[in-house]
């Protein structure tokens, strides 16, 4: 479970007057316990809620509800900090209707640790479109990108060496990585890599693995360009130095994204994550790598010794995805519909000197870089009153001082929403 699933699950409660005014919330223990998810995810949470008023914290004594938390309810407002899709590229009733196809189609598979293997075959041709030429004994199907994660780690955790992440990273990477101690954060300059502080970070600090996202990341969600995944690849050969590389919505693109660092590694240095919840749908957890051939079989065990086999409902319902007509035509429709979101706020924001809108590379917003002087605290609290959210962007990134700006995704609005943010905010810079 994400925060935003705890936070919608305080929400309902809220509704139906389970909590109510001056409530405690549950302690962080036990409402992680009954969730089945870390203590850190529902910190999250309850942050969030006490930094949209929504609840308070005391001291040694826990989190309580505001006065009439039914009124502030964050569902009621326009969340422009999402990368989840909304709605999803796969409908609820199109899984119900491939669910029903499944049913009579498919009889129970013979577990397979690896995934299923029909799942594993359609994967197969998904990738080849993308330019990445793996073999179906390659992939392997895991119930969670932190199960992913973790299976991969257990490879190298016999090394001394440090893991290099780059920010920011997904909420599953950051449960991960934050309870490690050989960990080392890293950022792109502007759209850049810089390759020299990585080398450096790679001899000095023994550097044997890296986590990065190659597509629509870094401080203004673009791409890395094609010298800087050959760079990147390149310095990896040289230090024996192994890549994970994170894949959450390459269906964003419409098919225009440079080749991925795996597409291009000719020596069987990358892993290559891909996820399906942000984009497909929510009850999609599970999470396709395609491995180095070197260490199939090692994470196979690995899997088997620590996760055992993945639930096949998802795995055959996703197959059915893959081999039905409607994925292409719904991408394609995907991408044009943020697009014409992404259009509308450049139609509609009008920015002085000193401001600068940059689009990301997966279409799924845009940053917008503003002077040292402007406070953008501010004017994410004006425009909280008007039930739009958004965040400073820096905050998500550990350690970047060079630019400062906001972000602004697309995903879980209509157009009049962006139309009325964009001139929102157009007005709010001109009389500050």
Known sequence: MRYYEIIEYIEELIK?????????????RILAEELKCSKSTVVKAYEQLVSHKLAYVIDKSGYYLMQNPQDI???????????HLNPSLIQQND????????????????D??????DLRDSLKAWFKKRKIFSNVHDILIHSSKKEALNVILQIFKEGNGKILVENPMDDHAKEVFSDLDNVIFFNRVDTQLDTSLIEYHLIKENVQLIYISSQGYGPKGQDLSLKDKMDLLSLCY??????????????TYGYEQEQSLYALDKQDHVFHLKSFEYSYHQMFKIVA?????????????????????TSQLEQLILNEIYRSDALEEAEKKLVFQLKQKLDLIEEHLILKDGFYLTRFSNQMGCYVEVPSDFNIKMMAIELRKHNMIIDNANQEFIGYQLYKGFNIFVTKCSSSDVIHLAKWISDYIENN
């Open 16 to 28: 139906e007057e389970q909590l109510i005014s001056g409530s405690k919330l549950p302690s962080v």
């Open 73 to 83: 309810l964050l569902s009621d407002q326009v969340n422009f900090t999402s990368m």
């Open 95 to 110: 899984i119900q209707i491939l669910f029903n196809k499944m049913m009579i189609n498919y009889n129970v598979e013979e």
């Open 112 to 117: 397979d640790i690896q995934g299923s293997f």
């Open 238 to 251: 040289n230090h024996d130095v192994y890549v994970i590389e994170n894949n959450m919505i390459e269906e």
């Open 289 to 309: 790598v395609v491995s180095p051939r070197l260490y199939v079989n090692t994470m196979i065990k690995s899997k088997m010794k620590f996760y055992g086999e």
